[in-house]
Nanobody, 123 residues
């Protein structure tokens, strides 16, 4: 069984920083990409940042220069360092992973989500 566990959300003042972590557990064969999405109240869920197994990254325009995504392949973990936070960054942040895992008889693939962690930017 594959699980994604997130941590690091909370309340921070505008201009502050937070670091989110997401660890994948289970019978993992390979993690192709990991990413962070966010959903603000009343809005759709949008991509924030994504990183591939080779280290290629991409960001939403709204967070470029402020957020940094990284991953530790040995730990099956991705991080999102968020600096210069703004009130409009307030949202539930969810981790996503595209991966292969060992099934009962073969390697299977799938996309998985974490439970989400709330980030609130407010004074």
């Amino acid at each position: 069984q594959v699980q994604l566990a997130e941590s690091g959300g909370g309340l921070v003042q505008p201009g502050g920083s937070l670091r989110l972590s997401c660890t994948v557990s289970g019978s993992i064969f390979f993690i192709y990409s990991m990413g962070w999405y966010r959903q603000a109240p009343g809005k759709q869920r949008d991509l924030v940042a994504i990183i591939t197994s080779s280290g290629t990254v991409d960001y939403a325009d709204s967070v470029k220069g402020r957020f940094t995504i990284s991953r530790d392949n040995a730990k099956n973990t991705t991080y999102l360092q968020m600096n210069s936070l703004k009130p409009e960054d307030t949202a539930v942040y969810s981790c996503h992973a595209d991966l292969g895992y060992y099934g009962a008889y073969e390697v299977s693939g799938g996309a998985y989500w974490g439970q989400g962690t709330l980030v609130t930017v407010s004074s």
